[in-house]
């Protein structure tokens, strides 16, 4: 057995493996409606407007929230076989590239990568997760109704794994929060 087949690594690791369908079309959906948003937003940056947070608790906590309330959205796809996540991930991936799209063209590329680029490196990703926990009961589904009996897993397997995809996005958005609260408001 290799050494991180135990413990809290092991169980990622598995996690990961066993919903990789779910966490590749999540990312796939969520990166795509962004970069969607950004090509319409690149063409207009009206918009915009530049307010610096002060880093603080406040901040933290605001932007935590802001972003667990996201991924939960995300997450609620599981009481709708997924169907919720998709059009969510459509219309909230559109609107984050749009509006990292109008930045970029009122900011331009230095600006953005000091104050976008330390957490959103972390944030995005973490997204995509939450996407893929949410849509993890379409392939249990898709499998169960082509009758593949060999990859069908329980309804309480796929909503464990979705439960643990979301702690796992959680514990991501922890850090990008702290990130974004004191390096990326500098």
Known sequence: MPAFSSGAVGWTVGLVRRQRLALLSGALLWFGAMAAGAAIGVGEGSGVETNPAQPGLATWWHIFSANASVALLAFGGV?????FTLLFTLVSGTLTGLGLGKAYAVAGPSVMAA????H??????????AVGAGIAPLPALIRHLTGDRVQRPHVRD?????????????ALLLVAATIET?????
Request: with cysteine; glycine share 6%.
């Open 120 to 129: 959103a490196v972390v944030e995005l990703p973490a997204i995509a997760v």
């Open 158 to 170: 796929v909503l464990t794994d979705s439960t643990g995809l979301l702690c796992i996005c959680l």
């Open 182 to 186: 004191w390096v990326s408001t500098l």
């Open 79 to 83: 009481l709708t076989l997924g169907i």
């Open 115 to 118: 104050h976008v680029l330390p």
